[in-house]
């Protein structure tokens, strides 16, 4: 059968009743008991008129929203439909588009006779100022002008932010200028979730793995996942998603010692994302040079005369420290770790000499006695909780001690 859509017209009143747009600035809300949500678009316009359409045709209404949440609407429709079947109501971002979301309603519960009708959709977020449209599909019996389910028109374009739209037969939509079809479109405006907080080891050893945590809030509570970069061309892409303010906790490990800088970012089922969270870490730990402090250093001569601390003179002898009849003793002060290692090495790098000492006062001191005529090098390491920490080295040591 051929379609009717501008056939059935019922001229009943010319009244202006209303048409536009609510935001949360507006002097209307309507807060509703059952839904977190308001009205946002809507037209009820001047005089009364319905189309339908058949079975394989399509309505449609444009509307641009001021809420970046749409979780229902209401279209007015006018009922004299008298068998089972089921008419559906979509969003799309483009009148010839996907939909987005829909929902299906079974003709048996819409009311006889002219009633706004809810569809109560899955909630979606939408882009403020963009235009949208609601697309009304017949059932597959919708063949009877008589026995069918219409959508209310105004013939005044009383609405400014969009237009009614009719379907062709030759597979094309048509925009429509004289009026639009009632409806209404309920929603709220969603804030995405706090940047999370990061919480974990700042130091540690190449090759073990470290716990990190990372935590944001929701302001309305939607359940969050995760992104994070690590530093190291590795990343999460997103994580499952979990309740907002409960924590996510991860482990990694980088194979290289550098610094990294993790990076941590949240979103909402919605996709609102937040910015970029960061934490910087360094593998391996390392203490400050300015915790380590020794009595030998570049430019020390070490004799009889001169004492532990020797004579510093490193104008004259650059980098060289020198040991003339005197036991080469070394005395470091390093903070915050278990026990120190002094290691003393050839000039070739043969190690000729190890010791581990522990000290009560972060005063450490090894005395490798006069190792004989010869170059060699000193190696101190601090070591925490069995793991190497700091390393301190120095080169260009000449010993004239027998």
């Given at each position: 059968m051929k379609k009717f859509r501008k056939t059935i017209v019922f001229v009943i009143i010319g009244l202006f009743i209303g048409s536009g747009f609510l935001s949360t600035s507006g002097d209307k809300i309507i807060k509703l008991s059952n839904n977190n949500d308001q009205l946002d678009q809507y037209y009820e316009g001047q005089g009364e008129s319905y189309t339908g359409v058949f079975t394989g045709d399509y309505?449609?209404?444009?509307?641009?929203?001021?809420?970046?949440?749409?979780?229902?609407?209401?279209?007015?429709?006018?009922?004299?439909?008298?068998?089972?079947?089921?008419?559906?109501?979509?969003?799309?971002?483009?009148?010839d588009g996907d939909d987005i979301t829909s929902l299906s309603l079974p003709t048996q519960d819409i009311l006889s006779g002219k009633n706004w009708v809810e569809f109560d959709l899955p909630d979606i977020p939408l882009i403020p100022e963009n235009e949208y449209y609601i697309v009304y599909t017949p059932g597959e019996f919708f063949d009877d002008p008589s026995d069918i389910i219409t959508w209310?028109?105004?013939?005044?374009?009383?609405?400014?932010?969009?237009?009614?739209?009719?379907?062709?037969?030759?597979?094309?939509?048509?925009?429509?200028?004289?009026?639009?079809?009632?409806?209404?479109?309920y929603g709220y405006n969603n804030e995405e979730p706090s940047i999370p907080?990061?919480?974990?080891?700042?130091?540690?050893?190449?090759?073990?793995?470290?716990?990190?945590?990372?935590?944001?809030?929701?302001?309305?509570e939607d359940d969050i996942s995760y992104m994070i970069d690590w530093g190291d061309e590795s990343t999460i892409e997103w994580s499952e998603y979990i309740p907002s303010n409960e924590e996510?906790?991860?482990?990694?490990?980088?194979?290289?010692?550098?610094?990294?800088?993790?990076?941590?970012?949240?979103?909402?089922?919605?996709?609102?994302?937040?910015?970029?969270?960061?934490?910087?870490?360094?593998?391996?730990?390392?203490?400050?040079?300015?915790?380590?402090?020794?009595?030998?250093?570049?430019?020390?001569?070490?004799?009889?005369?001169?004492?532990?601390?020797?004579?510093?003179?490193?104008?004259?002898?650059?980098?060289?420290?020198?040991?003339?009849?005197?036991?080469?003793?070394?005395?470091?002060?390093?903070?915050?770790?278990?026990?120190?290692?002094f290691i003393l090495y050839d000039t070739i790098g043969n190690m000729v000499e190890s010791n581990i000492v522990t000290s009560s006062n972060e005063i450490y001191s090894y005395n490798f006695g006069r190792?004989?005529?010869?170059?060699?090098?000193?190696?101190i390491k601090g070591i925490k909780n069995n793991d190497i920490v700091s390393t301190t080295n120095f080169e260009s040591i000449l010993s004239l001690s027998t």
């Open positions: 309505l449609a209404q444009s509307f641009k929203p001021t809420l970046n949440i749409l979780t229902r609407l209401e279209i007015f429709l006018k009922n004299t439909c008298t068998f089972e079947d089921n008419i559906e109501i979509s969003i799309r971002c483009s009148i209310r028109n105004s013939n005044h374009p009383d609405y400014q932010r969009g237009s009614k739209w009719v379907y062709n037969e030759d597979g094309t939509w048509e925009e429509e200028t004289n009026g639009d079809r009632w409806f209404k479109t907080d990061i919480d974990g080891a700042i130091d540690g050893k190449t090759g073990e793995e470290y716990s990190y945590t990372f935590i944001s809030n929701d302001p309305e996510y906790i991860i482990s990694h490990s980088w194979s290289e010692e550098n610094t990294y800088t993790i990076r941590g970012k949240a979103k909402d089922i919605y996709g609102f994302e937040t910015e970029w969270a960061t934490l910087e870490v360094t593998m391996p730990l390392q203490i400050p040079n300015n915790q380590v402090q020794s009595n030998i250093k570049p430019g020390t001569i070490f004799t009889k005369w001169t004492g532990e601390n020797g004579l510093h003179l490193p104008t004259l002898l650059g980098d060289l420290i020198i040991f003339i009849q005197h036991n080469m003793i070394v005395t470091s002060q390093i903070e915050d770790i278990d026990e120190a290692e190792p004989g005529i010869g170059f060699y090098k000193i190696t």
